[in-house]
């Protein structure tokens, strides 16, 4: 059984254990609350105050009315048999109203299914070619960003504390790789195993509290400056890009392939070999045997005299000697000396510069 088999028999049993989605909220139950603004002139162009605090703008933010829970609202909608593999947006924020009616998915991402489109992210938003002055929003297309910053926590423990209370809140929506907490800074950052899980638990924790009615503050994290860190990441987009690209790639041309690797190294292919072995040799492998084969080759010709080239006499050169040598070999062994008949010179005249001699007067 094929890997793209074995994977659609996973999802349809996954699909066959989910109930239909339940509507998470009723209309005119969420009221849309604004924060209150400290500026002084309204601006009619933004309707919004202007000239208030902008040093921190989660100052002034709400906190969410809804929140999803996985376990409770996941179920099967119209996605599901009209095949749209977007998640739903209401329903990652805990408010959608239309439940199994939705034309989106009410399920987490799932990371082995590759989505239509990679300039969106899993609700089906176009994403940007680069960052937000804030880190908020969608996100960027140039790069894959599976981190995310949480700040604004309220800490009444130590670190391993306080890290055991962001995993637990943040394991809901997908696996974790790697967390890491800044004491006394209020600061986490969250590393998921999937950029879609990443996205999906952005808009799930904006502005929720985790266990001390905190209003956190959910954004995507910056590069990190690590130079390990860029190396494994680069690394590892290099691994996923190889192992795609082999998925969909024909048997036949891998195999042929290995042929002319096998040829190019001097190996002989046999069909117990595995592509493994091919694919990584052990290092120098390749130079040692050019390099023994330079050897056998330079004492062969160290056994065989070489001939002294011909010396140059005269105004011919020894290769012209050579070719004239051989021609006359051969006249010889013909039996004939001349190859053309000679021209008949006709004799030389008298009477100094006749014209006669050049046959223009001949008419008469």
């Keep these: 059984m094929s890997s793209a088999t074995e994977t659609q028999t996973t999802v349809a049993k996954k699909v066959k254990k989910l109930k239909p989605a339940r509507k998470q909220v009723k209309p005119g139950d969420v009221e849309k609350k604004e924060a209150p603004q400290t500026g002084k002139e309204y601006n009619i162009w933004y309707n919004k105050w202007a000239g208030g605090d902008r040093e921190d703008s989660y100052s002034n933010k709400t906190k969410s ?18 095949g749209v593999k977007y998640c739903c947006l209401f329903f990652a924020r805990g408010c959608c109203p239309y439940g199994w009616e939705c034309e989106y998915l009410h399920t987490l991402p799932d ?9 969106k992210d899993c609700f089906a938003r176009d994403k940007f070619s680069d960052y937000r002055d804030d880190m908020g929003g969608v996100g960027s297309f140039a ?22 209370v962001v995993k637990r809140h943040f394991k809901e929506w997908g696996e974790i790789e790697k967390i890491r907490v800044l004491q006394y800074r209020s600061v986490a950052f969250v590393t998921y195993v999937s950029e879609q899980n990443a996205q999906f638990a952005k808009e799930s924790m904006a502005c929720q509290s985790l266990d001390n009615d905190e209003i956190l503050n959910v954004r995507w994290a910056t590069e990190d400056p690590n130079p390990e860190s860029k190396v494994s990441e680069k690394r590892r987009l290099e691994d996923m890009g190889r192992e795609a690209i082999q998925a969909k790639m024909d048997p036949r041309i891998v195999d042929a392939m290995r042929a002319v690797r096998a040829l190019e190294d001097g190996d002989v292919l046999n069909d117990d070999v595995q592509v493994e072995e091919l694919e990584d040799p052990e290092p120098g492998a390749k130079r040692r045997r050019l390099e023994v084969e330079d050897a056998e080759q330079e004492e ?9 080239p011909p010396k ?3 105004l011919l050169n020894a290769d012209t000697l050579e070719s004239l040598k051989y021609f006359k070999e051969i006249r010889q062994r013909n039996g004939t000396a001349n190859v053309l008949p000679a021209k008949a010179v006709p004799p030389p005249s008298s009477t100094g510069l006749g ?6 007067d001949d008419d008469d």
């Design 65 to 82: 009315q809804t929140r999803c829970n996985i376990k409770k609202d996941a179920g099967l909608t119209r996605a599901n048999t009209t």
């Design 111 to 119: 990371a082995s299914t590759q989505l239509p489109d990679t300039s």
């Design 143 to 164: 790069r894959q960003n599976r981190t995310l910053y949480v700040g604004r926590i309220k800490e009444t423990g130590t670190g391993p504390e306080t890290e055991e």
């Design 300 to 308: 062969q010709e160290m056994d065989i005299p070489e001939p002294e």
């Design 312 to 314: 140059a006499t005269g």
């Design 355 to 360: 014209l006669a001699g050049y046959g223009s």
